[in-house]
């Protein structure tokens, strides 16, 4: 129980997720196709902020690594003009954090803040 509070000197192994880089507009358009044969997630990432940091740290702890879906990132500061295109596609108002799930070319659920880790994923691959 100390360790869960305290932390532990063991070392921890590093969970390595599959992301894919979202760095440009026209990937949206394939991110879109490809979701008429697969789940696609959209993970909106602010890297300046703590609550940001925290979820997605928290998110990708509990990551299903056998969960059937293509897992985008997107640094929201880097890449502002795919940040807001992706809204205007997906017709999803902004958030940061934020997490989308895309099936047959719109989005099926999205989530922010402390809500995505709340997601029940396997309900959409």
């Known amino acids: 129980m100390f360790k869960k509070w305290f932390g532990s000197k063991e070392p921890k192994e590093e969970k390595i997720l599959p992301w894919i880089a979202l760095n440009s507009v026209e990937q949206l358009n394939a991110i879109e196709e490809r979701s008429k044969t697969k789940t696609q997630l959209i993970f909106k990432h602010s890297t300046r902020c703590g609550i940001s ?72 691959v």
């Open 53 to 124: 940091r925290m979820v997605v740290n928290q998110f990708i702890e509990l990551y299903d690594l056998e969960t059937n879906a293509d897992l985008y990132y997107l640094d929201l500061l880097n890449y502002r003009e795919v940040s807001n295109e992706t809204g205007y596609k997906f017709q999803v108002m902004h958030q940061s954090p934020q997490l989308l799930v895309i099936k047959n070319g719109v989005v099926v659920a999205h989530a922010s803040h402390g809500a995505i880790n709340d997601m029940d994923l396997a309900r959409f």
